[in-house]
């Protein structure tokens, strides 16, 4: 939970400098606060674990504003165990896959100059109303509900129901994933005391489900109205490569690929790669990630240098040493031009007798 908070503060104070406003989903789902509140999801991390036929999912969202109650959705291919998360598991992520820091010196008077300076580098369904609840289950503050669907308006229909906000555009950016079979969590975010509200950061909730290949939920951001950004970390047994990405003129950025001992990454599952990405236009979303084995297991770790300025002190002796060495420098010279314009002076002629 403390990485959330940092997260929380470094994520607002980045998009109220760059001019944008949260969007109402998230990156792999909707955010779905009561109708008189103003919350939005603006943070999202996810470890998405694969190995052999079964993929795991672990994400938080954090929240900017508060409000009484809020849905979360997210579709998978299979049926999904719903779980909650380790607390801990993204402060952990993130302390792993942080940049080496390589420190470089500079001297008064260049300090700020940039010279010698481094580079930067979610209830029950009415009869007939087109929705299957397959499951229900309390978790922590999640009531959680697996749903299907005959189509993305039926879904949508019962959210509406329940007395939560619909974006405009959700239930056709559900369809593609009912028309596959997919099938869809429903998360109510709901205090336990009365009066209470939601704020914050949700605690992570952990999603398992059969699935022959490595995929990330994504299509929902289609709705979104404003930039998303999201980071994923991909454990399996091989670094991965995104092979499919949700805006093919998008690509990530690779934060990180190594082998990790994490109880979360057991073996073979444990070498993690992490992806950061931002779509600054989330209209031309139009498919979900999906990651396959990379071509080598090459380790990369990102590397940030921070420039150490050694003051006055350090700068006044850095220069005498300079002095004296030109000092001792210039006198060797003298020294090797004053033999040689001894030798090449011409002597003194010989009396004849």
Known sequence: MRLWRVLAGM??????????????ACACGGYLPDAQSQARAYGEHALVRHDAGTEQ?????????SSKKAAWIMPVPAAAKVELGDPDLFYRLNRMTRPKVVERKTYWPFR???????????GAAAPGSGVDVREQMVLGPFQVVRLGGSTGSAVTDWLRTT????????????TPYLSEGWEIVAVKLAPKTGGERIS???????????SDRI????RLSKGASTAQTVTVYVASAHRVDATKLPDADVRPELLYAGRVQDDAMEAPADFLTAYAVTYRDPSKITSDFTFDRAATD??????????RNDGLLSTIGVLLGGVLLIGAAAAVIARVLVRRSSTDRPGR?????
């Open 11 to 24: 994520l607002a104070a980045g998009f109220v400098a760059a001019g944008v406003t949260p969007a109402w």
């Open 57 to 65: 999912i672990t994400l938080s969202m954090a929240i900017n504003g």
């Open 112 to 122: 700020n100059l940039g010279i010698m300076a481094g580079g930067d580098t979610a």
């Open 163 to 174: 007395g939560y906000v619909v974006p405009a555009g959700l239930a056709a950016n559900l």
């Open 200 to 210: 914050g950061e949700t605690p992570p909730l952990r999603l398992t489900f059969a």
């Open 215 to 218: 995929v990330y939920p994504m």
């Open 298 to 307: 090459d380790e990369f770790q990102r590397i940030e240098y921070v420039t």
């Open 349 to 353: 002629p010989t009396d004849i007798v």
